[in-house]
């Protein structure tokens, strides 16, 4: 008897051995206490050197290990994304509590293993690395959200992660299982031709009720309405940096998986499914933007705004074409600028005041520290979708590929969802800039934590603080770095326009 091993091509496989080397190394640094210290430098350069291997890998368009994943334009361009996430996660994590409580190897090993899992998932075609990658992505994040031993609501939001994650991936488990039981195979393609070849099988009661449970399960993921409950609770509760990372990087990669699976192995059902993920898309647009505007909490209103965003993106799966493709790689590389300028800005300031987030700790900020106060403006105004930075282009391209492909209704609730949305977007600019600052303080110092409601209970103070937290080169270089990208791309998109449409050519055989 005589076994054949597949063949393994290792220059594909080198972001995921790269990632897989660098976890190791990480967590046998924790052995060692003279190597400790340098676990941030090890996780940056397991992190830059996967992106090299991505880069070098830019044109390839390969399967491997027997077809179970891919590498094309699509994996590459939102896995380069997942690591700048993951990379500036790693620097505003520097010096928080969650990171020296839990261990600061064992922080950054839990990162780079969901950065594995992201990876994975997002050059995932069959059904077995798909739900492996989604695993490896989940499990560390639940882990990471507790990490901040001392606060109850960390401890509490990595429990309702869990749980709420762990029904999640139930439900995606139980569609893929009946898919598998219509189609009679696993791999993305093989779904797709079993499905066509099967008598009835487009049709048929079990594979609509398969299609219906791997989207709820997805929603979950990605926060898409109305299986968005525990996403306020989980970014406000979750340390700081985790939810930076959770709000991009976990977005990246679950649609990266959820456009090839339902473009590829679902696209002959494209007719059946388009219309229940329109609607989850206008739901969630609206849910997050009207829950949006109540919040008093800084990581909770940007928790409610991810839940619109998410709907925003999923519009360009509805459409089924290589242009909405294109329109939701675009937006979510604006998206990572956006919300790295506002999160790097929320680390530094509640290190400052003691208070995690509460919008009025940033009364004054913009005469008081306008190294952050101008990063987090333009955040709020690009997530707006305001001209001239990236979020408007983003915004208009989704639209653009909307009405082409005749769902004007779908844009103009993308339309209407923006103008609701300067509620609050335009709420924390003003008090940045229209309250004095020298009440700044005395209303950071004045909040009783005792009387704050449940739902901004995760404002409570820090023991840590540091005075010096607008000056440190760690959270000021991320939030400026991203607040020059939202402008430049906002006014030259044209470099950005060819990052995604590398993601979109990728399935230029499955779609048009």
């Known amino acids: 008897m005589s076994f054949d091993a597949p063949a393994m091509d290792y220059a594909g496989l080198s972001p995921v051995i ?73 620097l505003l994590a520097i010096g928080d509590p969650s990171e020296t409580q839990a261990g600061r190897s064992d922080w950054l090993a839990l990162l780079t293993g969901s950065v594995l899992g992201m990876v994975i998932l997002a050059q995932a075609t069959s059904m077995l690395t798909f739900f492996v990658g989604l695993e490896l992505l989940s499990i560390p994040l639940y882990a990471l959200c507790g990490t901040n031993l001392r606060r109850r609501e960390s401890l509490e939001s990595g429990l309702k992660y869990l749980i709420v994650g762990s029904v ?46 791997v989207a709820v399960g997805l929603a979950f993921k990605v926060s898409i309405a109305p299986f968005h409950q525990w996403t306020p609770d989980v970014y406000q509760g979750a340390p700081t940096p985790v939810t930076a990372f959770m709000a991009v990087a976990t977005k990246a990669a679950a649609f990266a998986v959820f456009i090839r699976f339902f473009l590829v192995a679902l696209g002959p059902l494209a007719d059946q499914w388009d219309v229940m993920l329109a609607a989850l898309a206008a739901l969630s647009i609206v849910v997050g933007n009207v829950g949006a505007l109540a919040q008093t909490s800084l990581k909770r209103m940007l928790g409610y705004s991810g839940i619109a965003q998410a709907g925003y993106m999923l519009a360009g799966i509805v459409t089924a074409t290589q242009a909405g493709v294109d329109a939701l790689v675009f937006y979510l590389a604006a998206y990572v600028a956006m919300n790295v300028g506002a999160f790097a800005v929320v680390v530094a300031r509640e290190r400052q005041t003691g208070f995690s987030d509460d919008i009025s700790t940033l009364r004054g900020l913009g005469r008081e520290k306008p190294l952050l106060a101008w990063p987090l403006t333009i955040s709020m105004l690009a997530l707006a979708g305001l001209p001239p930075t990236v979020g408007f282009i983003g915004k208009l391209y989704l639209i653009e590929a909307l009405v082409d492909d005749d769902w004007t ?36 110092a004045s909040i009783d934590t005792a009387a704050l409601p449940p739902q901004i209970a995760g404002a409570q103070a820090d023991p840590f603080t540091d005075s010096r937290a607008d000056r440190r080169w760690y959270l000021v270089a991320p939030a400026l770095i991203a607040m020059a990208a939202a402008l430049f791309f906002g006014v030259i998109p044209q470099p950005l326009v060819d990052f995604a449409q590398h993601a979109g050519n990728a399935l230029s055989v499955w779609i048009s």
Do not use: N
């Open 18 to 90: 790269a990632l897989t080397t660098g976890l190791v190394v990480i967590v046998l640094a924790s052995v060692f206490d003279s190597v400790k210290r340098f676990g941030p430098f090890l996780a940056l350069l397991t992190f830059a050197v996967t992106a090299g291997c991505l880069i070098w890998q830019w044109s390839a368009d390969i399967d491997l290990v027997s077809g179970s994943l891919r590498l094309d334009g699509l994996a590459a361009t939102l896995s380069i994304l997942v690591v700048i996430a993951a990379a500036v996660s790693v």
């Open 168 to 213: 999640g991936s139930a439900t995606l488990l139980y569609g893929l299982a009946m898919i598998y039981g219509a189609s009679g195979a696993t791999g993305f393609q093989a779904i797709s031709d079993g499905l066509q070849a099967g008598d009835g099988m487009l049709s048929d009661s079990l594979t609509l009720v398969g299609v219906g449970l």
């Open 409 to 444: 209704w779908l844009a103009v609730m993308i339309a209407i969802g923006t103008m609701i949305s300067l509620g609050y977007y335009l709420r924390v600019v003003a008090t940045v800039w229209m309250s004095p600052a020298e009440e700044s303080e005395a209303a950071a």
